[in-house]
Structure formats: C-alpha cells, structure tokens
C-alpha cells in the first residue's frame, strides 16, 4: 500500500482528520460555472417569424423523409431477404453457405427496398414543399397533392396508365394517413 503522507491518503483519513479537505480549483474566481451549463429546454430562434412557424423547413422535410423511407425500406428488405434465404436453404449447405446466403440476400433486398422507399421520401418533400411555397398554405391539400403527384411521377417511365394507377394510390395513402392523424388528435389526448 501506498504511503498516505505521498498521495494524500483515502477517504479514511480524512474522516480521522476533519480538518482535511479536498481542493477546489473554482473555489475562490468567483465564475458562476453552473450558470454556464443550464441548458434552456425550449427551442431558441434566431428571428421571431421562425418561432411562430409550426412545420418543418424544406430542407429538414426533405432530409426527414428520404432518411425515414430508406431506414424503413432497408429494415423491411433485409427481413425479407432473411426470410427469402432460410426459405431456400438446402439440407446439404454448410453453415458458412446458409450466412453467405442471409447475408447477400438481405443486403440485396435491403438495398433495393431502401433506395425505393427513400427516393418516394424525397419526391414527397419537394412536391410538398412546393405546394406550400406556391399555395402560402399549409393544409391537407398540400400533403394529398404531393401523393398524388410522387406515386404519379414515381411510375411515370412505365407509360401514363401505370403512373396514374400509382398516383391514385399514392394520393388514397396519404389522404387515409392525414385522416388517421385528425382521429387520433381528436380521440386520444396527448
């Protein structure tokens, strides 16, 4: 054990010897550190229109939907990949075929299912950025439109039957998406 006299001693010293205490760098600058670390829980602005805004701007729309559309197509298509490979497993594969198999499926899938749904993400928020730039409105329109318009313009190079099918869904999706959140905000208190 160490000598107390060299290191300071333990905690047991210093209980034997009230008159010891610990030293405080800060004790007497007089600088109100606590002050400096009291983060405000509300959001701050730099110019009072932004504060009275209750949307998000183009730019973090555009990021939020491409990032949520591809997290949730490369989640959805690495599980189907998963299932897609132990289904066609064989009794004669090894263990090392059976995870190069999960492996190059669900990163086949993942991908491709990602890329899709992010690019659908990305087209929604500029279609429905522009609807709110041009209207100066921000209502429902504007969400059903820019559905309507991304199913349409996503399955524009397959002829104009297929991009109007597609945008009739698209717009029917968000339509029921927009009135699934009135209900919830009507019944279920938040």
């Not at 299912?113 to 087209?123: D, E």
């Amino acid at each position: 054990m160490a000598d107390p006299r060299i290191y300071g001693g333990d905690d047991l010293d210093r209980r034997q010897d009230p008159s010891r205490r610990l030293y405080n760098p800060y004790q007497n600058l007089q600088i109100p550190y606590r002050t400096l670390y009291d983060v405000p829980t509300s959001p701050e602005f730099l110019f009072q229109e932004e504060s009275v805004a209750q949307r998000r701007s183009w730019g973090e729309n555009l990021t939020y939907y491409t990032g949520i559309g591809y997290l949730t197509g490369a989640v959805a298509g690495a599980s189907l990949g998963v299932h897609r490979a132990l289904r066609a497993t064989e009794p004669g594969d090894t263990l090392k075929i059976r995870v190069n198999r999960i492996l190059n499926s669900s990163g086949q899938d993942g991908r491709r299912i990602g890329n899709r749904l992010g690019v659908l993400g990305l087209l929604y928020a500029g279609m429905e950025s522009g609807m709110v730039a041009a209207r100066d409105t921000d209502d429902w329109i504007n969400s059903v439109t820019a559905g309507l318009g991304t199913g349409a313009l996503f399955k524009a190079a397959n002829g104009p039957r297929s991009a109007a099918v597609a945008g009739a869904i698209g717009g029917l999706m968000v339509g029921a998406a927009v009135a699934g959140k009135q209900v919830l905000k009507r019944y279920v208190p938040i």
